[in-house]
Structure formats: structure tokens, C-alpha cells
């Protein structure tokens, strides 16, 4: 073998440092991904939370919305009751006069 086969020691070393550096730097980049993949599936988490607050949330909603509905509608019933009641009044009246005075 030739002597440009073989490296020395300090060449070994310097690469070794690199080689060494450059692990640092990847397991400090996978770190920093761990974190991240872990916030990311904190998220995840609340956010499926959330959807399931929020389809509570529109249950609820629909509900008041039928509620609503029917409180305003009972004055609008009530007003056609007493309408009915009226006219009903009314003819009564006039049937009762009619018969009276009118000699059938």
C-alpha cells in the first residue's frame, strides 16, 4: 500500500470532529421535531375538542331556535283566538238581534 492510503492522525481527528458536528447538529434538528410533532398533535387534540364542543354547541343552538320560534308564535295564536272570539261574538249577536226584532 502506498502512504496516500492511509490518512493520519489528525486528519482521522478533524473528521471525526465533523462527523461528530454534524451528529450534533441532526439530533438538534430532530429535537426540535419531536417538540414540534408533539404541539402539533396538542392541536390536534384540542381541536377535536373543539369540534366536539362546537357540533354541542349548534345542537344546543337549534334547539333555542325551535324555542324561539314557538314563543313568537304563541301571540300570533293567541291575536287569531281572540279574532275568532270576536267574530263569533259578533255574529252571535247579530243572529240574536235578528231573531228578536225580527220576528223569526
Avoid: C
Wanted: overall charge negative; glycine content about 2%.
Amino acid at each position: 500500500m502506498d502512504d496516500k492510503d492511509y490518512i493520519t492522525r489528525f486528519e482521522y481527528e478533524e473528521r471525526q470532529k465533523r462527523i461528530d458536528d454534524e451528529n450534533n447538529r441532526q439530533n438538534h434538528r430532530l429535537d426540535k421535531l419531536e417538540t414540534i410533532t408533539d404541539q402539533i398533535a396538542d392541536m390536534a387534540a384540542s381541536i377535536k375538542a373543539m369540534v366536539v364542543t362546537m357540533q354541542a354547541m349548534q345542537k344546543e343552538q337549534e334547539e333555542q331556535g325551535k324555542r324561539l320560534a314557538d314563543i313568537e308564535k304563541k301571540p300570533a295564536d293567541n291575536w287569531d283566538k281572540l279574532v275568532y272570539s270576536i267574530i263569533a261574538m259578533i255574529a252571535t249577536a247579530a243572529i240574536t238581534y235578528i231573531i228578536t226584532k225580527g220576528g223569526l
